[in-house]
């Protein structure tokens, strides 16, 4: 157990924390939540031991080991496979089909692992570093936004493998439905104080809110009390008849305890500004083929209709298209083949995070953002730049000074300057903090206009998405249904709760009688049950039987630290021999694995 005591922390005149209070006990998974700039990576940072809080004391049990997913690029090893395996414990090491499981959940291809590090970009390196910190084994998990760099299916294959964790968890992160998903405890930073509950995000947030407003309402009634009493007070001060009530009074307002309004709070507002639009359609794409290699097609045949009030979410794994997909809408780029139709008087947004580089770091953030339209006034600007929470002074910030974060704010201010009927979003949730994403989501279902977005926030796909462009399984399907239905009816590849149900194959033009289409679905459906079913049976055997091995050597792994601490050879030598002998099996049942997992994409590949 982790124990903080009347921690605190300043940086000049900033004061982080004043004398926190708070435990990390046994196996809870804890989501730490705080506005940007609050202390939430600060706080990590003195857990880790690299920085030392000004007064009070965090103790950390002996041998207690911590794992931390760092955002720094070191690797000494030839092959991905080879670093991974770097961080595994001693008691654990020549495990390797433990960090090819979770190189795999992670989006590494068994041909990726013999590769070296340094062909890989930042994104996937960062992965190897998450790979190697889960792999370790620590009692503490410490993962800050450990999501930022990964795609909806590895999001989802951490979540649960997250959810699996037999340790501690402690967790920064902006999504709050992948946070909510997996903790077990909820602490805040708030006011620079902190307070930790059993419970999501909006229960401890329900509770701050309920708080202030009772606080605020006797902060009034408190207020009200004392001008009355010092109103009595002056007028009957030189009343010698009544002196002795007025002294009671002074007496009384002497003890009266004075609360303190609370600092305003300012949170990201705004709204996009949303032009009339009369027509059925504002862009349409025909066909629409491109690839920076000829022999490796980026997006094959891709048509879609954007209509009027359109919410349609791209989505897939990353280095698939995505970004490039928005660059083709936003004129950025040229398709290869087919055509991207676009209404004479639309007016058009585009967010992406890769614009950050063109912002002109010479600027004040007032005029960045006016630079984004000539009939920009700067009143205008700095109305804008405070709905960004650049109020003030701060607004005279160069662009230079600022973190991502705020630069992305920056990105989305200039989004606002003009009217528009049509916005593009790519990634838009990267380095705004949680509450920061709930105005953006608020923002976007209030937009009058049509809103394109790629995320692999699971939140906004369900609340927002009316139509979807997946890239999945090697192609680019566009489904008119919500992100539930999605999941539904059709799933991701490496999902395996729900079957594929992709009838491509079935050619439509020829069976105009709907319940001919349903009797060959059926029988397509049936043929592909009796053909994956076994797979996926011996697949779920396989994957128990590691599973009940490995709670044997984690038991084991237990009576080995006790009989460690006792000196008792005789026992440490037969647990090791035991926990020998199960490794061998898990890497057997791994083989296997691996075996079956490659036939059943094979075989599903044929129903596709």
């Known amino acids: 157990m982790i124990k903080a005591v009347d921690v605190s922390k300043s940086y000049g005149s900033q ?205 009034l009634n408190e207020v009200k009390k004392r001008e009355k009493t010092e109103l009595f007070i002056n007028r009957f001060r030189a009343k010698a008849r009544l002196a002795s009530l007025v002294q009671s009074r002074v007496k009384a307002l002497e003890k009266m305890e004075k609360i303190e309004k609370l600092e305003e709070i300012y949170d990201l507002d705004f709204s996009f500004n949303s032009a009339p639009f009369q027509a059925a359609n504002m862009m349409t794409l025909e066909n629409i083929s491109f690839s920076y290699d000829p022999s490796e097609p980026l997006i094959n045949d891709v048509s879609l209709t954007i209509g009027k009030k359109d919410r349609i979410c791209i989505i897939g794994k990353n280095g698939k298209g995505k970004s490039t997909l928005m660059r083709i809408m936003a004129g950025q780029l040229s398709p290869t083949e087919g055509t991207v139709k676009t209404h004479p008087v639309l007016k058009l947004g585009y967010y992406a995070q890769t614009n950050v580089a063109n912002l002109n770091e010479n600027r004040m953030i007032y005029e960045e953002i006016m630079s984004a339209d000539p009939k920009c006034l700067m009143e205008k600007a700095r109305g804008i730049s405070g709905a960004m929470m650049f109020g003030g002074d701060i607004a005279t910030k160069k662009i230079s000074v600022l973190s991502g974060g705020e630069k992305s704010r920056v990105l989305l201010g200039k989004i606002l300057v003009a009217e528009s009927h049509m916005i593009l979003l790519d990634e838009p949730t990267n380095h705004l903090d949680m509450e920061s994403c709930e105005a953006l989501l608020n923002a976007i279902e209030e937009f009058e206009g049509s809103v394109v977005l790629v995320t692999h926030n699971e939140l906004f796909l369900h609340t927002l998405a009316t139509r979807l462009v997946v890239f999945d399984r090697g192609e680019i399907n566009v489904y008119d249904y919500t992100y539930q239905e999605f999941l539904d009816r059709v799933g991701w590849e490496d999902n395996t709760k729900k079957p594929v149900k992709n009838l491509k194959s079935v050619n439509k033009d020829k069976i105009s009688d709907k319940n001919e289409l349903k009797k060959e679905k059926a029988k397509i459906v049936q043929e592909k049950s009796r053909v994956l079913k076994p797979l996926e049976d011996e697949i779920k055997k396989i994957e128990k039987n590691i599973e009940i091995l490995e709670l044997e050597k984690n038991q084991n792994n237990e009576l080995l630290v006790k009989a460690s601490m006792d000196g008792d050879a005789k026992q440490i030598i037969d647990l090791s021999k035991k926990n020998n002998f199960i490794d061998k099996q898990i890497e057997s049942f791994y083989n296997n694995l691996a075996a079956l997992s490659g036939k059943f994409e094979e075989e599903s590949k044929k129903y596709i």
């Not at 990590?44 to 920085?51: E, G, P, S």
């Not at 960090?99 to 041909?111: E, P």
């Not at 570093?129 to 989802?156: F, G, M, T, W």
């Not at 401890?204 to 407003?213: K, M, N, V």
Request: glycine residues 8%; contains cysteine.
């Open 15 to 219: 004061v982080l924390f004043k004398d926190i209070t708070f435990n990390i006990n046994s196996g809870e998974k804890i989501g730490l939540v705080g506005r940007n700039g609050n202390g939430k990576s600060t706080l990590f940072q003195m857990i880790l031991r690299n920085i030392e809080p000004d007064s009070g004391e965090i103790s950390i049990p002996k041998n207690y080991r911590i794992g931390y997913l760092e955002q720094h690029i070191k690797f000494t090893q030839e092959t991905v496979l080879e670093e991974g395996c770097l961080n595994l414990p001693d008691f654990d090491k020549g495990s390797e089909w433990k960090v090819k499981k979770i190189l795999t959940g992670l989006g590494f291809t068994m041909d990726d692992m013999m590769k070296h590090p340094s062909l890989f970009s930042g994104g996937y390196q960062i992965r190897l570093n998450l790979a190697k910190v889960l792999v370790s084994s620590p009692n503490l998990l410490l993962l800050d936004e450990p999501n930022n760099y990964l795609d909806i299916v590895a999001i989802r294959w951490l979540e649960g493998f997250l959810n699996q964790w037999p340790g501690e968890i402690m967790l920064i992160t902006h999504d709050r439905n992948f946070m909510d998903s997996i903790s077990t405890h909820t602490l805040l930073i708030h006011r620079q104080k902190i307070r930790k509950i059993e419970g999501d995000t909006e229960k401890i947030y329900a509770q701050i809110a309920q708080e202030e407003e009772i606080h605020e309402k006797t902060r």
